[in-house]
Structures are given as C-alpha cells and as structure tokens.
C-alpha cells in the first residue's frame, strides 16, 4: 500500500511531500486488520491549490481501490504546523478537507515517540513538543467530555448494543485509563490486558468480552445485548471515576 502511495507523489505532484510518517496502531505495533484504520501524518512543502488537492484525493481513490481492506488515513500539514497549529488537510472516509486546528496531543506524542518515518526527516528533529502533562490533561478532558457523551446520548448508547461498540468504548477508556496513570500510550488491545490487572474482577467479564471482539476470538460472554451495554456503561462510568480521583490525588 505504502509503496504504491508513495510511488504516485511525486510524479503527479512534483515538490509536494515533504516527509511521511506512519502513527497509530501500526507504530504501537498492534495493528488490527478488523478494526485498525493505517494512520498518516504527511509534512508538505506549500499549502495545496485546488486543482492540487483534487489530485491527492484520486491518488488515494486509486490506492483504496487496490487494497480495498486497508483504510489510509491522516493529515497533511505544514512543517510549521506540526503540533497541531492552522487548518491542515485531512483524508478521512474518503473525503480530503480543510479541517480547523484541534488539541490532539495523542497523535503528537505517538508520532514523536513511535512515528515510522518512510519518507523525510528523523523524528527527533521534528519541531514537536511531547510533553506528558499536556497528555494527561487533554486526556482527563477527552475522557470527561468525548467518552463521556458514550455513556449518556440515546444514539452512541444504541451503537453499545452492537460488538463493535462494546469493543470501542470498554477499550477506548481503557486506553484513557492507562494514560492518565502511566503516562504513556498503548493501543486498545494491550490497555484491556491493563485494565485486567488493574481493576476490581466485577469489570473483568465486559473487558474480556471487549478483547474477544476485538480478537474475534472465543464465544460472546454476555446472552443478553443490553445486558452487555448497561455493563459497558458502568465500567466507563467507574474509568472516569477513579481515573478523576486519580487525578485529584495528585
């Protein structure tokens, strides 16, 4: 997929790419082909005209179209812009926008301590700023806000009722958990392993069941769907609690 990417740039647009650098799943070395998106942070040289971007979008129909299994995913930014500063270009579900500077030090902090460079320069010359508290405080904030909305509004409650959300929300604020207390990032597979060893046995059965999803491994540990979600909704619930305690106490 890479090289067939990085093949085309060039060629059809001359002096753009700067630098290419593989986030996420793959750079946490956990990638999951049944739920991983293959994350990107490219650097470019100028910002990208019209006639530009409407090229990059059909190098990547092009690319989706011969690995139809792999969703490539990221952002195109300016050198100057790494950490997150002015609207950037985001490939998102098929789509290539302006998108509005947001927060985002998980994707900073992944790129600088695990990025995969396959293009440009070393990581420890990029111009970002990793530091652990800014994590743990945008993360409190995700966890109280973002994760929070997972446990209260009717239609993120109704995608708790399927397997897919059961493994997004029990592992995600796993992921949170981990965060805020180790100060680092693991991916959702390796935070239940976490969770397992670090709460008390009443959540174990929701995060086994997470993991089995995630795996698709084993038979469904819950008979009842809503049963699963009420117990999903209860082990978010407990994360922020002891995760804000956590936090308090310090």
Known sequence: ?????????????????????????????????????????AVIRRPAQKDEMQTLWKIHAEVEQQYPRWKLEGMYLLESQLGG????????????????????????????NHGIPL???????????????????????????????????????????????????????????????EKGIIPKRRAGDYALSAVPERWHRIIHEAIRIRTKSGAPLYRSRLARMIAVVKFMKYIMRVSNDNLKGK
């Open 1 to 41: 997929m890479f090289e067939c990417y990085l093949s085309q740039m060039d060629p059809r647009l001359p002096d753009f790419l700067s630098s290419f650098y593989v986030v996420g799943s793959i750079a946490l070395d956990e990638f999951n082909p049944h739920f991983s998106d293959v994350d990107f942070v």
């Open 85 to 112: 500063t002015g609207p950037f270009l985001v490939y998102h579900d098929g789509l290539l926008k302006t998108h509005p500077p947001e927060p985002d030090p998980v994707t900073w902090w992944i790129l600088k």
């Open 119 to 181: 293009l440009g320069s070393d990581l420890h010359d990029l111009p970002i700023n990793g530091d652990t508290n800014v994590l743990v405080a945008w993360t409190q904030e995700n966890l109280n806000t973002y994760w929070k909305g997972w446990t209260r509004k009717p239609g993120r409650l109704l995608v708790l009722l399927t397997d897919w959300g059961i493994q997004w929300a029990a592992l995600g604020v796993a992921r949170q958990f981990y965060t805020i207390r």
